[in-house]
Nanobody
Framework: QVQLVESGGGLVQAGGSLRLSCAAS????????MGWFRQAPGKEREFVAT????????AYADSVKGRFTISTDNAKNTVYLQMNSLKPEDTAVYYC?????????????????WGQGTQVTVSS
């Protein structure tokens, strides 16, 4: 099992930046995949970005491509989500999650460990 703790959320004006962190403790592996998802009020949880602990493969939702960057610091067992040029529609609770080698990198149901979430609010 792995425990995931997110931090770095907050209130920011449109066009601003935030960096989210997800600290992992427990079972990880270079082939395991980390993902960031978000859920806005009244909406389903949606995929944002994903990366393997080896940092060899990344992918992004079209809505954040070119604005968000996912990365890892293996020495700290931490995954980051750098969010630039934030928009009001990026407002949501952001979750990090880990999955093993099986399943889809884009489906939340295929991730088996989740953090508690961190609120990101972007004002217009």
């Amino acid at each position: 099992q792995v425990q995931l703790v997110e931090s770095g959320g907050g209130l920011v004006q449109a066009g601003g930046s935030l960096r989210l962190s997800c600290a992992a403790s427990g079972r990880t592996a270079s082939s395991y995949r980390m993902g960031w998802f978000r859920q806005a009020p009244g909406k389903e949880r949606e995929f944002v970005a994903t990366i393997t602990w080896s940092s060899t493969i990344t992918a992004y939702a079209d809505s954040v491509k070119g604005r968000f960057t996912i990365s890892t610091d293996n020495a700290k067992n931490t995954v980051y989500l750098q969010m630039n040029s934030l928009k009001p529609e990026d407002t949501a609770v952001y979750y990090c999650a880990q999955k093993g080698r099986s399943g889809s990198a884009f489906r939340s149901d295929d991730y088996n460990s989740w953090g508690q979430g961190t609120q990101v609010t972007v004002s217009s």
